[in-house]
């Protein structure tokens, strides 16, 4: 089939120029890990492909990524085998669950970005390909924020965060809101509660890092909706399926769907103006370091 994948390995072959301007990138983090971020990137991934985008999900948690495991798949070659100049960039893209295109992240690469100058914009001017080429760039970061990290969070601008209810996870969360907002004013965050037990004690944990955030950082921060705890997202995870695609009716695909449609009109409602590029943000972050 002549998909989204082989239309970029032909023109990165050919090197065809690109008109397009560049998709939108989003960064889903957490402040620390097992609160079901990845399992959310992937799933929110199926979602916005059901909606009629294009949809690359990159598993960006270089040496513990996870996103193979949750679809039950080994990738022949992943961002570690790039960044160790074994692979070119377009070599990466596999076809994932209901059409997505995905990048794994591999592992035995511990310090992704820690390259010269000249390697940093070979890969700057191989990312600016894949950018024009979706409407949606999902970036599933690691829970670590190495100033590598950052930068590629800060540059996306879009940023959903993804935490449970608890005390410590909420804390993690906005530990990590402040440091991106520290390193980039004009970020957007929006934040997604998963693994709820209800759903107006979640929207209620939300307010209070809202508030939080608005008072101690002077940002806010949109609420997506929450997730709540599903025996057959377990079950998912254990048979490596998707939940969406194991059961489209259960209450976390349908909670899911409804966030998605919440993301889709936010985004709607955000305004691009003239800014930078995601691209543009993340050169000038990664080479102007030191």
Not at 18 to 42: D, H, M, P, T, Y
Not at 183 to 199: E, G, K, P, T
Request: aromatic share 6%; glycine share 8%.
């Amino acid at each position: 089939m002549y998909d989204q994948a082989s239309k970029l390995r032909d023109q990165l072959k050919n090197n065809q120029p690109f008109i397009a301007s560049e998709g939108r990138v989003i960064s889903v983090i957490s402040g620390k890990g097992g609160v079901g971020k990845s399992n959310i990137s992937l799933n929110l991934s199926l979602l916005l492909k059901e909606r009629k985008k294009t949809v690359l999900l990159i598993d960006m948690d270089i040496g513990m990524g996870n996103q193979d495991i949750l679809i039950g798949r080994s990738f022949p070659f992943t961002l570690a085998d790039y960044f160790n100049g074994k692979r070119s960039f377009n070599e990466l893209i596999e076809k994932g669950p209901l059409g997505i295109d995905m990048i794994a992240g591999g592992s035995g690469l511990s310090n992704m970005l820690q390259l010269d100058k000249q390697k940093v914009n070979n890969f700057l001017d191989d990312l600016s390909f894949i950018l024009r080429t979706y409407d949606f760039i999902i970036l599933d970061m690691g829970a670590g924020m190495s100033f590598e990290a950052v930068s590629f969070i800060s540059s996306s601008k879009e940023v959903i965060v993804v935490t449970t209810p608890e005390p410590p996870a909420i804390m993690d969360a906005y530990g990590a809101i402040k440091q991106i907002a520290k390193n980039q004013s004009d970020v957007h965050f929006s934040m997604i509660m998963n693994r709820v037990d209800d759903l107006q004690q979640a929207r209620e944990a939300f307010q209070r890092v809202s508030a939080v955030v608005k008072k101690f950082l002077q940002l806010e921060i949109v609420y997506l909706g929450s997730v709540l705890e599903d025996k057959k997202v377990k079950k998912a995870v254990q048979h490596q399926v998707p939940f969406v695609q194991l059961d489209r009716e259960g209450q976390a695909a349908k909670q899911l769907a409804l966030i998605t449609s919440q993301l889709l009109n936010e985004i709607e409602r955000v305004e691009q103006g003239n800014s930078t590029s995601f691209i543009q943000r993340l050169k000038h972050l990664l080479l102007s370091r030191g």
